[in-house]
């Protein structure tokens, strides 16, 4: 079950990263390097933290469920942060 839900992650992240690539080129006009740099670097990382993580307890076990908790906090604020910074720029 681990693999899958780190699968599932591992697919989102770079389905974001390429989307935010893909919007700053297409935003930007000219040929930069962020958007290269960014679909070369997070799938890097991306892959190794899938070989990594079932290899490697990070967390310890009293902890993981406090940590769940910070995850999804921090997720949810970055996610409003990131909605209404773009609904203010429209």
Do not use: C
């Not at 389905?15 to 006009?29: P, T």
């Not at 799938?43 to 310890?60: E, K, N, S």
């Amino acid at each position: 079950m681990q693999a899958f839900e780190l699968v599932l992650i591992a697919a989102g992240i770079l389905v974001v990263s390429a989307v935010l690539a893909a919007d700053y080129r297409h935003r930007s006009g000219t040929d930069r390097h962020l958007p290269k740099l960014m679909l070369g670097i997070v799938p890097g990382l991306v892959g190794a933290v899938l070989i990594l993580a079932p290899r490697v307890d990070l967390i310890p076990d009293q902890n993981e469920n406090d940590a769940w908790i910070v995850a999804a906090i921090l997720i949810t604020a970055v996610a409003a942060v990131g909605t209404v910074y773009r609904l203010a720029r429209r």
